[in-house]
């Protein structure tokens, strides 16, 4: 790329500094920044116009060899060799003998990019007798199919506790059979843990999956009194699930599934409301992901959902009988190069007896950002979040692309009745934080101010835990 434009006698270069790889649905967009920098361009440009009827005559032959009305014949897929190409072809939904539709072909394009196996996916159409060969060109990454990745978070409330996580991620893609993947994540600081899945597609298509879990984490959840924290929970659990669920296209996945093995919680002191609790975990599980969020961490445009529910029993093998719904629901919206975004959660127990150990908390650099981790705690909880960001600086080149503004509205609480939850008794939070986006991930910076003077100080590192 640097020779070709050393050697180019014109560089038009428009500013895509917000834009990803995978922004195939923002194509308006980029043209329209692309015109707007060749118009910047049009004195030195003027040196290679053409006449108005020259300009026509040259559109009336490019027309003519449009194959937009033509038939596919033959659909090929070429650079593909770690990756089979049978989980390239199960995502195309152009075939031979269709019409050639362009917006569907760039689609398809945009579907086979988004596996995360190809730095490139490109395609070109070769005129046939009988109509048009497609061939989809593929790069494969220059590493994996083995990922590492390392994160840390630190949070530091004045006046009070803090807390750090160090997280590793290890995730192997591209295993037989049908393209599975397998990943372990390990935790230490705060709390430790390890958990490793196999994800495993039925079919090449990878519509319907199995995924096979196990886990064990060692972790403390702290209990306050107004804004002291008064004791905490000592928790151990060891657990395996088992899912079966189905990939909604791009668009997310469903999954339900059993979950069991053993919890122990202990607190380390004498509360009421406060006791140990050893025993199974039994229960059905499920959830709902649908994301068409535009980046991973500083998304532009889209939204995502989450919602997942639970219901443990005693006949499944739970020391109690208890539900839960969480629902997870954040949309994001950009106007040039500011953008803003809004969250709103909700978790309820529907009435049952939720154990202690097992409250829905806020508090923290996602949630709360000027209370401490897990400092609002109950059986139901309510979180609304609005955000702006803004880049403000360029990152050198091999470190990253940009650095963001960060300031954000957080209004929320938990409560452990229903009849205590009223807008009357929210607690409010704000937050500002520099995010930048680095080869490593997200590198965030900030401090978040509560009312009742409650306040703290955040870092965090690539992988969040």
Same mark, same amino acid.
């Given at each position: 790329?640097?020779?070709q434009?050393a050697?180019?006698?014109?560089?038009?270069?428009?500013?895509?500094?917000?834009?990803?790889?995978?922004?195939?649905?923002?194509?308006?967009?980029?043209?329209?920044?692309?015109? $707007?920098a060749?118009?910047?361009?049009?004195e030195?440009?003027a040196?290679?116009?053409?006449?108005?009827?020259e300009?026509?005559a040259?559109?009336?032959?490019?027309?003519?060899r449009?194959?937009?009305?033509?038939?596919?014949?033959?659909?090929?897929?070429?650079?593909?060799?770690?990756?089979?190409?049978?989980r390239?072809?199960?995502?195309?939904?152009?075939?031979p003998?269709?019409r050639?539709?362009?917006?569907?072909? $760039?689609?398809?394009?945009a579907?086979?990019?988004?596996?995360?196996?190809?730095?490139r996916?490109?395609?070109?159409?070769?005129?046939?007798?009988?109509?048009?060969?497609?061939?989809?060109m593929?790069?494969?990454?220059?590493w994996g199919p083995?990922?590492?990745?390392?994160g840390?978070?630190?949070e530091?409330?004045?006046?009070?506790d803090?807390?750090?996580?160090?997280?590793?991620n290890?995730?192997?893609?591209?295993?037989?059979?049908?393209?599975?993947?397998?990943r372990?994540?390990?935790?230490?600081g705060?709390?430790?843990?390890i958990?490793?899945?196999?994800?495993l597609?039925?079919?090449?298509?990878?519509?319907?999956?199995?995924?096979?879990?196990i886990?064990w984490?060692d972790w403390?959840?702290?209990?306050?009194?107004?804004?002291?924290?008064?004791?905490?929970?000592?928790?151990?659990t060891g657990?395996?699930?088992?899912?079966?669920?189905?990939?909604?296209?791009e !668009?997310g996945?469903?999954?339900?599934g !059993?979950?069991?093995?053993?919890?122990?919680?202990?607190?380390d002191a004498?509360?009421?409301?406060?006791?140990?609790?050893?025993?199974?975990?039994?229960?059905w599980?499920?959830?709902?992901?649908?994301?068409?969020?535009?980046?991973?961490f500083?998304p532009?445009r889209?939204?995502l959902? $989450?919602?997942?529910?639970?219901?443990?029993?005693?006949?499944l093998g739970?020391?109690?009988?208890?539900e839960?719904i969480?629902a997870d629901?954040r949309?994001?919206?950009?106007?040039g190069?500011?953008?803003v975004?809004?969250?709103?959660?909700?978790?309820?127990?529907?009435?049952?007896?939720?154990?202690?150990?097992a409250?829905?908390?806020?508090?923290g650099v996602?949630?709360?950002a000027?209370l401490?981790?897990?400092?609002?705690a109950?059986?139901?909880?309510?979180?609304?979040?609005?955000?702006?960001?803004?880049?403000?600086?360029?990152?050198?080149?091999?470190?990253?692309?940009?650095v963001?503004l960060?300031?954000r509205?957080?209004?929320?609480?938990?409560?452990?009745?229903?009849? $205590?939850?009223?807008?009357?008794?929210?607690?409010?939070?704000?937050?500002?934080?520099?995010?930048?986006?680095?080869?490593?991930?997200?590198?965030?910076?900030?401090?978040?101010?509560?009312?009742?003077?409650?306040r703290?100080?955040f870092l965090s590192?690539g992988?969040?835990?």
């Open positions: 790329m640097d020779t434009l050697s180019a006698d014109l560089a038009i270069r428009p500013d895509l500094r917000d834009q990803s790889g995978m922004a195939f649905d923002e194509a308006a967009e980029l043209i329209a920044r692309g015109r $707007e060749a118009l910047e361009q049009s030195a440009l040196a290679w116009a053409v006449s108005e009827e300009f026509r040259h559109r009336r032959r490019i027309r003519a449009e194959p937009e009305a033509r038939r596919v014949g033959a659909v090929r897929i070429e650079g593909a060799t770690r990756v089979d190409e049978r390239v072809r199960a995502l195309l939904r152009v075939h003998g269709q050639t539709d362009l917006d569907a072909i $760039e689609r398809d394009a579907r086979v990019f988004g596996i995360g196996e190809f730095e996916v490109a395609y070109r159409l070769e005129p046939e007798e009988t109509g048009v060969d497609l061939i989809y593929v790069e494969e990454k220059s083995g990922y590492l990745r390392l840390l978070v630190t530091t409330a004045f006046g009070g803090s807390a750090w996580h160090l997280r590793l290890y995730t192997r893609t591209q295993l037989p059979p049908r393209g599975s993947e397998w372990i994540d390990a935790e230490t705060t709390g430790q843990g958990e490793t899945e196999l994800f597609p039925l079919s090449h298509s990878g519509v319907f999956f199995a995924a096979p879990r886990g984490r403390t959840q702290p209990v306050f009194e107004g804004r002291r924290r008064a004791a905490r929970y000592d928790l151990v657990d395996f699930r088992l899912d079966l669920g189905v990939m909604l296209r !668009y996945t469903l999954r339900t !059993y979950r069991g093995g053993g919890i122990r919680a202990v607190p004498d509360m009421p409301g406060l006791s140990e609790y050893r025993g199974g975990i039994g229960a599980t499920g959830a709902l992901v649908v994301d068409r969020l535009d980046h991973p500083l532009r889209g939204f959902l $989450e919602v997942e529910g639970l219901l443990s029993r005693p006949a739970a020391e109690s009988a208890y839960t969480h629901l949309l994001c919206g950009a106007a190069r500011h953008a975004y809004v969250r709103a959660l909700g978790a309820t127990c529907l009435g049952s007896e939720l154990p202690r150990h409250y829905f908390t806020l508090g996602d949630s709360m000027g401490a981790r897990d400092r609002l109950g059986r139901h909880a309510a979180l609304a979040q609005l955000g702006y960001r803004y880049p403000v600086a360029r990152l050198p080149t091999g470190l990253g692309r940009e963001h960060l300031i509205k957080d209004v929320g609480n938990a409560w452990a009745d229903r009849p $205590e939850a009223r807008l009357d008794n929210l607690r409010f939070s704000l937050g500002a934080a520099l995010v930048a986006d680095t080869v490593i991930g997200p590198v965030t910076f900030g401090a978040g101010l509560a009312d009742r003077g409650e703290q100080v590192l992988l969040r835990p």
